[in-house]
């Protein structure tokens, strides 16, 4: 292996997804994420929430098949909030649309909340819930070791709990928990399929 370090991109530009429902994901992708689409083809969109010119593109090409959950590649794309607050208010707003999560986990690191689009692409929600250092340190704990997915959660629950007033930094620790592993996969793969999608 070389010693030689490749560098570094700046940054994480953008996502193009393959799709047979254009307008759908479209419309999905527009009400997730708040954003609106800068070009508008006839095989291809292009959508932005913030200063990039595209974070999301959306491609129908001719016989594309529908999508093999069951083959390796991509597992989900994962988007960050600045605040639990600002985390739960995303989870209201998308759920006046019919957009529900089908798994919400705090792993620790964060707290997230799991979503599907159109085709079945897993999507992660996420707010920080230490900072990088500190998460760092923790994926190096045994607690970790044993369980890597983390604590499930209940998204009402939760929100509820933030807008009576009860704070953000307590409701984001994990606290102890039991051992989770691969065992746990069937379980949490049928909590995401309960997930709506709502277009």
């Known amino acids: 292996m070389s010693n030689t370090k490749t560098l570094p991109p700046s940054k994480l530009a953008h996502v193009v997804l393959k799709t047979n429902f254009l307008d759908r994901q479209t419309q999905f992708y ?10 508008d083809g006839p095989f291809m969109k292009l959508m932005t929430y913030d200063d990039e010119h595209h974070r999301i593109a959306v491609v129908q090409l001719p016989e594309t098949t529908p999508k093999d959950h069951q083959s390796s590649g991509l597992m989900h794309i994962a988007f960050t909030f600045d605040s639990l607050s600002d985390l739960c208010k995303a989870y209201r707003q998308r759920k006046e649309v019919g957009i529900t999560p089908g798994w919400c986990v705090n792993h620790g690191p964060t707290t997230s909340m799991y979503y599907q689009d159109v085709d079945g692409n897993q999507l992660e929600t996420q707010v920080d819930n230490m900072t990088p250092e500190e998460a760092t340190a923790y994926m190096e704990t045994e607690q970790y070791n044993n369980n890597v997915f983390g604590r499930d959660f209940d998204p009402e629950e939760l929100c509820t709990a933030l807008e009576r007033g009860e704070e953000e930094a307590e409701l984001m620790k994990i606290g102890e928990v039991g051992p989770r592993g691969m065992e746990a996969a069937p379980e949490i ?6 997930g709506t999608v709502g277009v």
Do not use: I, P, S
């Open 189 to 194: 793969d049928a909590m995401m399929k309960r």
């Open 30 to 39: 527009c009400n997730f994420l708040g954003a609106r689409v800068v070009y």
